[in-house]
């Protein structure tokens, strides 16, 4: 990695799959200047912490949750919103954490997940044929707005900086703190067996961590291994670390800077410089999608220079001697922490390509933390014409994921979902998937239906998934 032939730029001489067509080139230019000149959204030392404890996921000493909403919104940025994200994400990693026993790594899909690969360019809206909506840092969701603008690059840093600051505003203020959990919007939770069973969970947390400190325990050599590489540590406080897709690289590159490692991730002798290297630094982790990651594609010769950990989303097109080559090139130092393969075949699927992608990176000596996405091979329409997915169809891929990594001498390392603790005025969740504890209809869709991408599961949903996969890693 940082390979001595690459700079931010070296993507330019490949091409781009769902490359954006601004009307304005000099425009666009003095966006990407302005942008580069703005300060770091995050910084080495948090993205460094980060790749450690990656590292743990990977030795299967920690627990990935990746979850957020398929694409953020301008409109969404809202106290309210961002305060529901985070709690949903804290009470599903503490569900884990009190089944798997595991410390739980938390990435949210927050704080920079504008932009959406396409399957199609132009969209039919009435009698019209309009350019496809690409996400809110490209062009608006209303009809009249879909010429690309090169303006909302700069509102998007602008609204990931203000969601960014929420969070961090919210975990430094006891938001985050694991004594006492209840405070993350449990209110909202309608089905009183999900939340007498996340009752039993907070209260044992709370009263194991009381009696963690009461004995004295706590900054102890463990908490330490977890939290090397800089910044607090503290028993009981949350972390949350920020990712996006990598999809307009123009945006990636000028967020990308060179930065000399931290002092507290390699050791070097008195007197000699630390090397320096690129990190991205609009996000901790970035992924590469299934629509993007050709092997001479320009999103892989961006995402190969970079130091931050990075995601590579795997569905079933891919072949698997493909992605070990892909892995040579992405990795070739083979370092631990830096690569998460998301696989997202779909339920039908998984059976015939997972253990094949398993059992070729087991050949290869590749290090790769492997998280299931059971979201995105699943979507389908609605008889009532919308995109929705169904809860038993994604838990069935998460099932046979968790199946056949045991019957590969393999291991689940963490989940990648499309989740909102979203609420609306009067209180009630959204209704996008089907089915779950609360048995939601095709009927029922069209209630309270609020995303303009991907159907999420709602809190009562997630609550269901957290305590399958909680039990799952018990027993
Ligand atoms: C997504 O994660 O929202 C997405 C578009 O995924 P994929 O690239 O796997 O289709
Ligand atoms: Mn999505």
Redesign the pocket.
């Known amino acids: 990695m940082d390979a001595e032939d690459w700079i931010p730029t070296s993507w330019r001489m490949k091409k781009a799959a769902q490359t954006v067509e601004y009307p304005d080139q000099d425009h666009l230019s003095n966006v990407l200047n302005k942008i580069k000149s703005l300060p770091p959204l995050v910084t080495p030392s948090e993205i460094e912490r980060l790749r450690h404890q990656l590292s743990l996921v990977q030795r299967n000493e920690a627990f990935l949750l990746h979850a957020g909403d398929?694409?953020e919104s301008f409109e969404a940025c809202t106290q309210q919103n961002i305060s529901a994200k985070v709690g949903l994400i804290l009470s599903f990693s503490l569900i884990l954490i009190w089944g798997a026993r595991l410390p739980v790594v938390r990435i949210g899909?927050i704080a920079g997940q504008y932009a959406?690969?396409r399957s199609s360019v132009t969209e039919k809206v009435g009698d019209r044929e309009v350019m496809i909506f690409r996400g809110d840092n490209v062009n608006g969701f209303n009809p009249d707005e879909r010429t690309p603008d090169p303006e909302r690059l700069l509102s998007a840093y602008f609204h990931s900086t203000a969601t960014l600051n929420h969070i961090r505003g919210l975990l430094t203020s006891g938001f985050g703190s694991l004594h006492h959990p209840r405070d993350w919007s449990l209110s909202h939770v309608r089905s009183k067996s999900l939340k007498a069973e996340y009752e039993v969970i907070s209260e044992g947390l709370a009263d194991a961590l009381d009696f963690t400190k009461t004995i004295g325990l706590g900054s102890g050599r463990e908490a330490q291994s977890y939290e090397r590489g800089g910044g607090r540590s503290v028993l009981g406080e949350a972390d949350l670390y920020t990712s996006h897709?990598g999809l307009l690289l123009d945006y990636e590159e000028a967020m990308t800077r060179k930065y000399p490692i931290p002092d507290s991730i390699v050791s070097r002798e008195l007197g000699t410089p630390a090397p320096e290297k690129y990190y991205n630094t609009s996000a901790h982790f970035l992924?590469v999608?299934?629509?993007t990651r050709q092997l001479n594609g320009a999103h892989v010769e961006y995402f190969r220079g970079i130091r931050n950990p990075i995601g590579i989303?795997i569905?079933p097109s891919m072949a698997a001697e493909e992605l070990v080559t892909l892995l040579d090139v992405v990795n070739p130092g083979r370092d631990s922490g830096r690569i998460t393969l998301?696989t997202?075949y779909g339920a039908e699927k998984i059976d015939s390509h997972l253990a094949s992608h398993i059992k070729a990176v087991q050949a290869s000596g590749h290090p790769v933390i492997w998280v299931c996405?059971p979201?995105?091979g699943n979507t389908l329409i609605s008889s009532t014409g919308l995109k929705t997915r169904h809860f038993g169809t994604i838990i069935s891929e998460l099932t046979s994921c968790l199946r056949i990594h045991s019957e590969c001498g393999s291991r689940l390392g963490g989940v990648?979902l499309?989740f909102t603790g979203e609420l609306n005025e009067e209180g009630y969740s959204v209704t996008e998937c089907l089915g779950g504890s609360m048995e939601l209809s095709e009927e029922q869709l069209g209630l309270r239906y609020q995303s303009f991408?991907?159907p999420r599961l709602n809190f009562e949903q997630s609550f269901d998934v957290a305590f399958l996969i909680s039990n799952h890693f018990k027993n």
Do not use: L, V, Y
């Open positions: 398929c694409a899909r959406k690969p897709e992924w999608g299934d629509r989303k569905g998301i997202r996405d979201m995105h990648s499309e991408c991907d």
